[in-house]
């Protein structure tokens, strides 16, 4: 006598078969990627985070530094130390100290009546 598939037969058959097994393999390396992929990703929001973070605090920096200018210049006193380093600038009966460097001379002076060509040969051959 014959036996009918039942619905066990058929579902032990389905996945004792090759084709099944290569479908889960495919599967599995799928989904294998796509854990590596998402953790490069993660990787790089981390690392874009940590930069994030970094610039933040670099703008509290600053923002505090403007804050501290801005209300010293809200006195008299830092209103005359901006003007008096942007302008070089000195109150009555002050005096100002200038340091001027010595100017080096130009060898080779081109404008000079004397330079012909011999003397340009003769520097030349020097």
Do not use: C
């Not at 854990?35 to 970094?54: D, P, S, W, Y």
Request: charge should be neutral; avoid cysteine; proline fraction near 1%.
């Amino acid at each position: 006598m014959r036996t009918f598939p039942t619905k066990r037969n058929i579902w032990q058959k389905l996945t004792e078969s090759k084709f099944f097994l290569l479908f889960l393999v495919l599967l599995f390396i799928f989904f294998f990627w796509r854990m590596i992929e998402f953790g490069i990703k993660l990787k790089n929001t981390e690392e874009n985070r940590r930069v994030a973070e970094i610039k933040v605090d670099e703008l509290k920096q600053k923002k505090e530094n403007y804050l501290q200018k801005l209300s010293d210049l809200n006195t008299e006193k830092g209103i005359e130390e901006d003007i008096r380093e942007k302008f070089s600038v000195a109150k009555e009966g002050e005096k100002v100290i200038v340091i001027v460097d010595e100017e080096k001379e130009v060898e080779g002076n081109t404008n000079d009546e004397s330079f012909n060509i011999f003397s340009f040969f003769k520097k030349w051959f020097k």
